[in-house]
C-alpha cells in the first residue's frame, strides 16, 4: 500500500494526517515513500497554525504549492514540532499538494502529497492525486471516524487509516485515449480485474469483457458526451473473476478535454470496493468459503473459516462446530468463546479449552446429526434448553456428511427472530457439504502432522545436558505448510577436557527419506565428535559418509566446538547459515565463518575451521534457514530480526529469548531449529598434568612417581593409595593389552580427582562375569571399581581412554 500511494502522480511522499480526539489539531497517521522529517512535515499541526495542511483541511480545497509557493510558507511552516521546537529546515526546490479527505462538510483529514522537483504538479497529476483522495476517503466513510492516533473505529472494529489493514485496499489507475480506445492501465488495475499482466493488449474491450453485462450501459455511458460533470464521476461495477466468484470495483474519473496535440482522454482510478459491500450473492459466499476450506490445512483452520464464512455474513450470534468421533460429538470451535453466552448445560461441560458437546442431553440434535439433514427451527419452536439457549430467535442444525457418512455437526443461532429464506437454506446445505469434506481432510492432514512431529522429535534430543561453564537452550518447530516431516536437527555433544561441541543441521527436503538421513547424519556427527577428532575432521567424515549413502539429499550443517574453561571457539560451516554472536555488551553480529560446501556433494571437499573467543556472558546463536527466511521474508531481514530481537533479550534468561526469537514465526513454509549457548565461563578451573608412559620394565613405577609428585604439588594428601592403585592397575593394562603409545592424563576439578589412560586399542576392557581363585587375570579392573567413585571407557580416534574418578578432600584456597 505505501508504494502504491508513492508511485501515484509520481509523488516522492504521501502522508496522512487525521484529526486529533483530544486537542485541536492534525496528526501525522502514515506515510509512506520516506521520512516526513525530510521534507519539513511536523507529527502534528494546530488547526491554529499557518501551515499548507492546515489551510486545506480549512477550506476544504486542495492546495498545490511549486518551490515558490513552499517558500511564501516560510521558516516556522518547517521547524516547528509538535513541542514548538525547531526540528530541522525545509528542503528547497519541492512542489507540496495538500488534499481534504471528505465531503459535504464532513472532513475526515488530509493527504499531503511532496515532489523533489520544485515546478510543481501538472494538470494530469493533480488530477489522480484529487482522484485517490477520493478513493481513500470512500474508505474512511466506510470504516468509521479516523482518530488521532491513525485508528478508524467502524463496523469491523480498530483499524489503522494507513496500516497493514489497507493491504486489502487494491488501487490503481488508468488513462483511455477516447477516440482510439486504447488505454493505459496500471499493475494495480489488471490485478483487480485479473488480467495477467503478459497477457494485456492495451485495447480497453479486453477490460470491458471482464465486466458483468448488466453493469455494461453503466461503464459506457462515461464516455458519452455530456454524461460527464465538470467534477468527474464515480460508480460501482461487477467483474467475473476466474473462479467465478463476484468483484465488486468502485471507479473515480474525470475526462480531460483535448488540449494540442494530446487527444481527449479519460483518467480513472478503480479500487476495490468489497469494503463498501457487506452483502453478497450466495454463490459467491460458498465459493469464498471453498477457497478457504481448500487452504485449511488442519480442523483449526477449518473452524476459523466456517465461522468467517457464516457467523457475520449470516447476521448470526453463535456458532459451533463438532467433530462425531464414535458416539460423541467433540466441539472444534465455539464463537463466541466466552462461556456465559452459552445456555448452562454447555457450560457444565466446560473443563478444557471447548466444553464436549452434551449430545446425550439433546435428543433433538442426536436425532438430526443421526438422520443426516439439515434442521431449521424458527424462534419459538419447542426444543430443549440446551438448544433453545443457543438460537431463541431461530436455529439450524447442519449435519456435516463426507464419504457417505456424517463427521460432524455445526450448530447456528440467532436471538433476534429470524426467518430461513430458500437462498439461505440452499447455503446451508452447500456449505454443509463442503465443511464435512474438508474436515476430514484436516483431520488426515492433522494425524500425518503429528504421526511426522513424533517422528522428527523422536530423532533429535530429548534434552539438552548441563555443561560447565554455559547455558544450552534448543527450540525446534515443524513447518505448517506439507505437514510432511522435515530433515532439521541440532545436538549438544559433551566431550571431555570441558570441550563441548554444537551442532545444527538441515536436510534438504520434507519427507521420511529426509528424517532417516537427519537421523544417520546426527548419529555419525555425535560418534565422530566423541573419539576426540577435531571439528573439521567431524565434518570432513560425515560428508564422506554421506557421499556414500545411496541417496541424492544433501545437508548442511555449522559445527561449533568449545573449549567451555578457556571460551576458545572453532567453527567449522558446510554451506550452512554462519552463527549470531551476542557480545557482553548486547551487541550482535553476524559471524564471518568459511565455509564448505554442503554436506554429500564432493567426496573431497574441504571445510576449513575459524577460530573465535568467546567472552563470559556472550551468546551464541546457531539456527536453520527456516527461522530468518521464507516466502514473504528476505534473508537479510530475518538475520536482521533475530539480531535485534537477541540484543533486546535478557541474556540471563537464555530459555526466554529463545521463545522471543520464535515469537513472530507463525506461519512456516520450512521446519525451524534454534540453539543458543550463553556462555558463562569456568568459576574454577580445573589443574591437569600430563605424562608420556614409555615401554620400560619400570614404566609403572615411573608413572606411580610421576602421579605422587603430582598430588603434592597439588595439595592432595587423602586417597593417594587409591589413586596410585588405579594408576598402576590402568598403566599396566595398557601395556600389556595394547600396542603403540600410553598416555595419563590427571585432572583435578574440586573434589574430584580423575584418572584417565589413553592407548591405541579399540578394545574397552571387560570385566570378568565371575571370578575363582585360579584366575590368573582380571582382578584389577574388580579393584579400580571398587575404590572409585566413577569409572568408565570412552573411546577415541584410533583407541580409546579408561578412566576413574576419586572423590578428595577440599583443598586450602
Not at 495538500?98 to 515532489?115: F, M, T, Y
Not at 551487541?587 to 573467543?613: D, K, N, S
Request: charged share 20%; hydrophobic share 45%; glycine share 12%.
Amino acid at each position: 500500500m505505501r508504494e502504491r500511494i508513492r508511485v501515484f502522480g509520481g509523488a516522492a511522499l504521501a502522508a496522512v494526517y487525521v484529526p486529533g480526539k483530544k486537542d485541536d489539531s492534525l496528526r501525522l497517521a502514515e506515510s509512506a515513500g520516506g521520512s516526513g522529517a525530510q521534507y519539513g512535515l511536523a507529527p502534528s499541526y494546530p488547526l491554529s497554525s499557518h501551515a499548507p495542511v492546515v489551510d486545506a483541511y480549512r477550506t476544504g480545497r486542495p492546495l498545490w504549492l511549486n518551490a515558490v509557493g513552499v517558500a511564501s510558507y516560510g521558516e516556522p511552516y518547517a521547524q516547528k514540532g509538535p513541542d514548538g521546537t525547531s526540528t530541522g529546515t525545509l528542503p528547497a526546490n519541492i512542489s507540496l499538494g495538500a488534499l481534504p479527505l471528505g465531503a459535504n462538510g464532513s472532513l475526515l483529514g488530509c493527504l499531503v502529497v511532496v515532489d523533489d522537483a520544485g515546478d510543481g504538479f501538472d494538470t494530469e497529476r493533480r488530477n489522480f492525486l484529487e482522484l485517490y483522495a477520493d478513493q481513500v476517503t470512500a474508505w474512511l466513510e466506510a470504516g468509521g471516524e479516523p482518530s488521532g492516533n491513525g485508528i478508524g473505529i467502524g463496523r469491523g472494529g480498530p483499524r489503522p487509516v494507513l496500516g497493514p489493514d489497507l493491504d486489502g485496499f487494491c488501487v490503481g489507475s488508468f488513462t483511455l485515449v477516447l477516440n482510439t480506445g486504447q488505454i493505459d492501465a496500471d499493475i494495480q488495475v489488471l490485478d483487480l480485474v485479473d488480467i495477467p499482466h503478459d497477457a494485456f493488449d492495451g485495447r480497453v474491450e479486453t477490460l470491458l469483457a471482464h465486466t458483468v453485462p448488466d453493469d455494461l450501459p453503466a461503464l459506457m455511458s462515461i464516455v458519452e458526451p455530456g454524461h460527464m460533470p465538470s467534477g468527474g464521476r464515480e460508480l460501482e461495477f461487477r467483474i467475473r473473476r476466474p473462479s467465478g466468484e463476484l468483484r465488486w470495483l468502485r471507479l473515480r474519473c474525470r475526462r480531460l478535454a483535448e488540449r494540442g496535440d494530446r487527444p481527449e482522454r479519460l483518467l480513472g482510478v478503480v479500487a476495490d470496493a468489497a469494503h463498501l459491500r457487506t452483502g453478497a450473492d450466495e454463490v459467491s459466499r460458498v465459493q469464498r468459503l471453498s477457497v478457504a476450506l481448500a487452504g485449511a490445512m488442519t480442523v483449526r483452520d477449518v473452524s476459523r473459516a466456517v465461522v468467517a464464512a457464516l457467523r457475520d455474513p449470516l447476521g448470526a450470534d453463535r456458532v459451533a462446530l463438532a467433530e462425531l468421533e464414535a458416539d460423541r460429538m467433540v466441539v472444534t470451535v465455539l464463537d463466541p468463546p466466552e462461556p456465559a453466552a452459552w445456555p448452562e448445560l454447555w457450560r457444565s461441560e466446560w473443563r478444557s479449552e471447548w466444553p464436549d458437546a452434551p449430545a446425550r442431553a439433546l435428543p433433538t440434535l442426536e436425532a438430526a446429526i443421526r438422520e443426516g439433514r439439515a434442521s431449521l427451527w424458527t424462534a419459538g419452536s419447542a426444543l430443549e434448553p440446551g438448544l433453545a439457549g443457543i438460537g431463541p430467535g431461530g436455529l439450524a442444525v447442519l449435519p456435516l456428511p463426507a464419504d457417505g457418512r456424517v463427521v460432524g455437526g455445526c450448530l447456528i443461532g440467532w436471538d433476534e427472530p429470524h426467518e430461513f429464506g430458500p437462498e439461505e437454506r440452499s447455503l446451508l446445505t452447500a456449505t454443509a457439504g463442503l465443511v464435512g469434506q474438508a474436515l476430514v481432510r484436516a483431520r488426515s492432514l492433522d494425524a500425518e502432522h503429528e504421526l511426522a512431529t513424533m517422528l522428527q522429535r523422536s530423532l533429535l534430543p530429548r534434552k539438552l545436558p548441563v555443561l560447565p561453564g554455559g547455558v544450552a537452550v534448543a527450540r525446534y518447530l515443524p513447518a505448517t505448510v506439507g505437514l510432511a516431516v522435515g530433515g532439521d536437527w541440532y545436538d549438544v555433544i559433551p566431550l571431555s577436557d570441558n570441550h563441548v561441541a554444537l551442532v545444527v543441521g538441515d536436510v534438504q527436503g520434507h519427507s521420511a527419506a529426509a528424517a532417516t538421513i537427519m537421523g544417520q547424519m546426527r548419529t555419525a556427527i555425535r560418534a565422530y565428535a566423541v573419539e576426540g577428532h577435531p571439528p573439521d575432521v567431524v565434518v570432513s567424515r560425515a560428508n564422506r559418509l554421506l557421499v556414500g549413502m545411496e541417496t541424492d539429499l544433501f545437508a548442511t550443517c555449522l559445527y561449533v566446538g568449545i573449549d567451555m574453561e578457556e571460551g576458545n571457539a572453532w567453527c567449522v560451516r558446510a554451506g550452512h547459515l554462519p552463527p549470531l554472536l551476542r557480545a557482553p555488551n548486547g551487541r550482535t553480529e553476524e559471524l564471518e565463518i568459511e565455509g564448505g560446501p554442503p554436506l554429500g556433494v564432493l567426496a573431497e571437499a574441504e571445510f576449513p575451521m575459524t577460530a573465535l573467543a568467546l567472552a563470559p556472558g556472550a551468546v551464541l546463536a546457531l539456527m536453520t534457514d527456516g527461522l530468518v527466511e521464507s516466502s514473504s521474508l528476505h534473508l537479510e531481514d530475518g538475520i536482521r530480526r533475530v539480531c535485534e530481537i537477541v540484543s533486546a533479550s535478557d541474556a540471563s534468561d537464555a530459555g526466554q529469548m529463545a521463545d522471543k526469537i520464535l515469537g513472530g514465526v507463525n506461519r512456516r513454509d520450512d521446519d525451524v531449529a534454534l540453539l543458543l549457548l550463553r556462555y558463562d565461563g569456568t568459576g574454577v578451573r580445573p589443574q591437569r598434568a600430563a605424562w608420556t608412559v614409555w615401554r620400560l620394565p619400570d614404566a609403572v613405577a615411573h608413572a606411580r612417581r610421576y602421579t605422587s609428585r603430582t598430588l603434592r604439588a597439588w595439595g592432595v594428601k587423602e586417597q593417594t593409595d587409591a589413586i596410585l592403585l588405579i594408576v598402576s592397575e590402568l598403566v599396566t593394562n595398557a601395556l600389556v593389552h595394547t600396542q603403540g603409545q600410553v598416555r595419563l592424563d590427571l585432572t583435578l576439578t574440586g573434589e574430584r580427582l580423575r584418572v584417565a589412560v589413553s592407548d591405541h586399542s579399540p578394545r574397552a576392557p571387560v570385566k570378568p562375569a565371575n571370578m575363582d581363585w585360579e584366575a590368573t587375570g582380571g582382578r584389577g579392573i574388580l579393584l579400580v571399581e571398587a575404590v572409585s567413585a566413577a569409572y568408565g571407557s570412552v573411546p577415541l580416534g584410533g583407541g580409546k581412554q579408561v578412566w576413574a574418578e576419586v572423590v578428595v578432600s577440599p583443598r586450602e584456597p
